[in-house]
């Protein structure tokens, strides 16, 4: 047994660290976190053979044979000696992964000068980032931008329900709340572009939530934000430019709908480009308001039934006016 354990054990964790788990790491805190995994790895492949080879042996060396099923085993008595090697092995372990996990949670935690701060608002189902900006206006795009090697602090927020802010090339992740603000810090420090995931399910457009963190040099990102700070400021719980394709793409209409000119194809919903044509405003406006007022062939009542409050009477007739136009055609 002893001799299979320690084979196995061995094949396990060299396929475990063998195997390359992780998108490229694209920060400082990629490191030790993965350097964590890779010690998990190796204190817990043995302690799975271990029991796996004890559970395996026994069920075939100890198995019923043929007479023996009205048979029972000796009455057994505690094995004091066991019963504390095997309650102090576990402990031990248990107790030296928790403090080394803490170490490093408490290490990539830290607090760092020159600290940038975005906030990140999640929302079914888009992402949308906001940025400091001049005179307490905060900017707002849909894609994030940081400069490389400068920490971030990410401030995570939910409008509706739970999300989950993911970044795998940064490790980080954690759950955005209604109604709490959550951070979490790190420092960007390879060039390029890393998809942002939702990491919570959050509804069915859930697997649709998703953007892009573009880590650039800091000048790049400087002119970046110079030419973001430019359109104004959107209207307030509405998230997104005054355009109606901005509207369109930060309320997470894309998540579920086709639409050529927002270049969405999801198919949660119906397909605008078909659907909406030759429809009026009017008609726009109410689906938008009241989605379960009249429900499109073949498609359940899951639209969200806020959208008219979240987006404010303007909001609606600015999406709408943009939804009639680029559908004229059909
Ligand atoms: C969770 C998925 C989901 C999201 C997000 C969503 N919709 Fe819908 N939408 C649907 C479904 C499903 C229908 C069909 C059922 C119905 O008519 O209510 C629909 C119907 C519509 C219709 C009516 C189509 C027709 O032929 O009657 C319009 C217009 C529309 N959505 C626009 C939007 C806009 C604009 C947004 C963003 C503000 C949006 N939707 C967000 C799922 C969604
Ligand atoms: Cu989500």
């Not at 001049?134 to 739970?162: N, W, Y």
């Not at 993911?166 to 954690?174: D, E, G, L, Y």
């Amino acid at each position: 047994m002893l001799g299979i354990g320690v084979v196995a054990s061995i094949l396990g964790i060299a396929a475990g660290l063998l195997i390359d788990w992780f998108p490229v790491a694209a920060s400082e805190e990629a490191k030790p976190i993965d350097t964590l995994w890779d010690v998990l790895i190796i204190a817990s492949v043995p302690v799975f053979v271990g029991v796996s080879v004890v559970v395996l042996f026994s069920v075939v060396k100890f198995r019923m044979r043929p007479g023996e099923e009205e048979l029972d085993g000796p009455p057994i008595h505690g094995n004091t000696k066991l019963e504390v090697v095997w309650t102090a092995i576990p402990a031990i372990l248990l107790v030296g992964l928790c403090t080394y996990a803490f170490i490093v949670l408490t290490d990539v935690e830290k607090a760092q000068a020159n600290t940038m701060e975005v906030r990140v608002v999640g929302e079914q189902f888009a992402w949308t980032f906001f940025y400091p900006g001049e005179d307490g206006k905060e900017i707002s795009a849909t894609e994030l931008h940081l400069p490389i090697d400068r920490p971030v602090k990410f401030t995570l927020q939910a409008k509706d329900v739970l999300h989950d802010f993911w970044i795998p090339a940064f490790r980080m992740k954690k759950d955005a709340v209604p109604g709490i603000n959550v951070t979490y810090r790190v420092t960007p420090n390879r060039l390029g572009e890393y998809p942002i995931v939702c990491a919570e399910l959050c509804g069915l457009g859930h697997a649709t939530m998703r953007a892009t963190a573009v880590v650039q040099t800091e000048a790049d990102f400087a002119s970046w934000l110079e030419e973001a700070a430019k359109p104004p400021a959107p209207p307030a719980g509405g998230g997104g430019g005054d355009n109606g394709k901005g509207l369109f793409t930060s309320n997470g209409c894309g998540g579920c709908h086709t639409l050529a000119d927002a270049g969405t194809n999801a198919t949660v919903g119906p397909n605008l480009d078909e659907v909406l044509a030759g429809k009026d405003e009017a008609f726009i406006k109410t689906s938008i308001e009241d989605p379960s007022a009249e429900i499109a062939n073949g498609y359940s009542d899951t639209m969200p039934k806020d959208y008219g409050q979240r987006l404010g009477a303007d909001g609606v007739d600015a999406l709408a006016k943009y939804l009639s136009e680029v559908t004229k055609e059909g």
